[in-house]
């Protein structure tokens, strides 16, 4: 029975713990929000919350209900996301500075051109861009189908009760009865972002 | 004598040394022992909510975030971290894979918290089940001689035994003392409200505790620059930095959007405090959910934005140049605000890229500097001043391949330059309106004048406030328990052989807290022998008593059992 190893009663002095635990836990959070000037944004960082590929699949019955997103396009002009109903909508949340996002963009592009008229939809929504670059974005990468311009998020602000975008790039795909079916965090690939289509595509409404 | 001895002790220790006492006994057998699993366990147990384990611990906390300070963190300065990492090629992966640039979300950092947590909780826990069950208990039985107490009082009375314990039951209730009555004595106690003080302090200990973590696992953190006239909204593609706690969804974030109006820095002109500001003010509006009503508000340094319990900070702010830029075809490519972020905090010198990746013939791209107050000083452009009197850029041109068709994520800050070439630009700084024609008809590019932005933090934590109210609650309950004295009365009354009645009366304080309770218990005992319309004692049997108390203090002494001693034990805070 050694006294070294013989816990010592521990009540006694839990005031003590507890004040220094306490100023301990403030001193973490005052190194928080310091002076103006220390901080400046993270400019090392990518500076947007990156997409890691990550794929969701709602099941017919569990699908939320994709909010009435409307506003006016880079070439301005006014889209309800609701006149679209009856098809297979595709929205691919972009930003002609983020790099996944033109890594994709040709997946996206070609994709449109070889579904749209199939009962397919693609509608892009463009997040904190400079108009002049996004549409420069679009002809460089010969995007046929309009996207909504969202400089303050707004849109993207609007999906926060059903699948919100997490990152950019972000795609989701509504079914033919405006429920969202499917959502994609980071860049699409053909092959899996086709079949995913398909299959909502194949769904009678 | 020994009987009296024994019930005096027994009057004054206490059920939790006694409880204590008989945990170490079983426990002291130490690891040397033949001891089960569940024994092992025990110990383990006893070993991790011991006292010392608990200070180790703390002192390992205090111990973990010394590299927090001393190091760049991803959270705070993510632009000084890689910097860390330009300069330590060799050390910093090593130190990143120790988390040693995010050391408050390091695992082992969450293992010494986690363990102090465990350690206090079972060491608080059990012991606020036993000061609940303290502050529940009856007053023990009266000692058998009561003259062997600190306070002691003693007189003889005309009344009965019974009419006079009545009397002191009736005396002592009036004073709120709390009683146990027998055959022939009174016992009362008073002052359970320092249990109650210890039993609050302990459970609002727990209380801040599980605040500090719920505030780690419902908040979360963000950043987000934002340029004048520019607005955002509070949802993770929208955010520069998002940190989210262990349970956070992008669903979580209230829904709010801000809107940046303006922004006025006034700083001092002259004198030794030159270049150092005086105000920030940001004028914004917001929403605090969509379709809301829009509302004012101007953020200062220490005055958030207060949104559905989500405070947002003003914590920097720096310039955005204007930029113009037309590809080789003639077609605009971008036209906007670039923020620039400052390199040097006194004159506000800001360094920034500009990325056209959808120029055509080929794709361009501008490194430059932002001086807002711009002086030839021998040769070298510098900035004098922070506000932006004579705003200058000065700007290396690139084309080539930005490298960022490839999808892998880059800094909107920084110029992967591997596969660009220079372009022979003259280094001429530009002022507000002046161009550059880029050689070979790649493009030209156009300095239409600055914009401000501010950095804005946003931080929601749901353990802020209950830790606040729990801290002040332990405060509370700790000063109450070490303001008020548990202290007993006891009350003897047997009837003399002379027809009349002896009353002894013998008190005990059961703390070392301040003083007083001699005065008190030399009160109640004038009031009672008033009540009792005693008498003294004759003065030969009291010095009789006077010499046995002494005797027997003494042989407590040497025993190590002073009964006044053991009393206090059992109630130390």
Known sequence: MTRLLRPERCGARAALIGSLLAAAALAIAGCEGGAIGANTPASSGQNFVSGSYQTTVFRVGSRPQAPTVAGITLTGKRLRLASYRGDVVVVNFWGSWCAPCRAEAPTLGALARQLTGSGVRFVGIDIRDEPDAALAFMQNFNVGYPSLNDPNDDIALQFRNTVPPSAIPSTVIIDRSGRIAARIVGGVTYAGLKAMIGRVAAEHS | ?573
């Open chain 2, 1 to 573: 004598m020994t009987t009296a001895e024994g019930d005096a002790i027994e009057a004054a220790s206490d059920t939790i040394e006694s409880a204590q006492g008989s945990i170490a006994a079983r426990t002291g057998r130490g690891p040397a022992g033949r001891l089960g699993v569940r024994g092992w366990l025990r110990w383990l147990w006893r070993q991790l909510t011991s006292m010392r384990t608990a200070l180790i611990l703390l002192f390992l906390l205090a111990l973990a975030s010394v590299p927090g300070s001393v190091l760049p963190q991803e959270g705070i300065d993510p632009a000084a971290v890689s910097q860390y990492f330009v300069a330590h090629p060799a050390l910093a992966p090593f130190l990143n894979r120790l988390s040693l640039f995010s050391v408050f979300a390091a695992p082992w950092f969450a293992a010494v918290y986690l363990l102090l947590f465990a350690s206090l909780a079972g060491c608080v826990l059990p012991r606020t089940f036993r000061l609940a069950g303290s502050a529940r208990q009856r007053p023990p039985r009266a000692p058998r001689n009561l003259t062997r107490l600190p306070f002691t009082a003693s007189y003889a009375t005309g009344q009965q035994p019974d009419e006079a314990l009545g009397k002191a039951s009736a005396l002592l209730a009036r004073r709120r003392f709390r009683l146990h009555a027998g055959a022939g004595w009174v016992s009362a106690e008073k002052g359970y409200l320092r249990e109650v003080g210890n039993l609050v302090f302990h459970i609002a200990l727990l209380a801040l505790l599980i605040s500090v973590g719920l505030g780690g696992i419902f908040g979360y953190k963000a950043n987000r620059l934002l340029v004048v006239g520019q607005g955002f909204a509070n949802t993770p593609t929208d955010l520069d930095v998002f940190r989210p706690g262990r349970l956070v969804s992008p669903s979580d974030l209230q829904p709010f959007s801000i809107s940046l109006q303006g922004f006025t820095a006034k700083y001092v002109n002259s004198g030794p405090e030159m270049d150092q500001p005086i105000t920030y003010a940001a004028p914004l509006t917001y929403h605090t959910s969509p379709g809301a009503p829009l509302r004012h508000y101007v953020l200062q340094v220490n005055h958030p934005l207060v949104v559905d319990g989500v405070s947002v900070y003003l914590i920097g702010h720096g310039y955005a140049p204007e930029f113009k830029v037309t590809d080789g075809t003639g077609r605009v490519q971008f036209d906007g605000p670039v923020p620039f972020i400052p390199v040097d905090q006194s004159s506000l010198t800001s360094e920034g890229v500009i990325k056209v990746p959808d120029a055509k013939p080929t794709q361009l791209g501008f490194a430059g500097v932002f001086l807002p107050t711009a002086v030839d000083n021998g040769g070298q452009l510098q900035s004098a001043f922070p506000a932006a009197l004579f705003p200058r850029v000065s700007l290396v041109a690139y084309d080539g391949n930005l490298g960022m068709n490839s999808g892998q994520a880059q800094s909107v800050y920084q110029l992967d330059t591997k596969g660009l070439h220079q372009l022979p630009v003259a280094p001429r700084p530009l002022a507000p309106g002046q161009s550059i024609k880029l050689p070979g008809g790649v493009g030209t590019l156009t300095f239409t004048g600055y914009k401000q932005w501010v950095s804005l933090a946003i931080t929601y934590d749901p353990g802020q406030l209950p830790a606040l109210v729990s801290g002040i609650t332990a405060l509370l309950g700790l000063i109450l328990s070490f303001l008020v004295r548990r202290r007993r009365v006891f009350v003897r009354a047997l009837p003399r052989a002379d027809g009349s009645t002896e009353v002894v009366m013998g008190g005990l304080a059961r703390s070392d807290a301040a003083g007083g309770f001699e005065a008190e218990f030399a009160d109640l005992a004038q009031h009672l022998q008033e009540l009792h319309d005693g008498s003294a004692l004759p003065a030969e049997q009291l010095a009789q008593e006077l010499d046995q108390q002494s005797a027997v203090t003494a042989q407590a002494h040497a025993a190590g059992h002073d009964p006044a001693l053991a009393g206090r034990e059992g109630s130390e805070a």
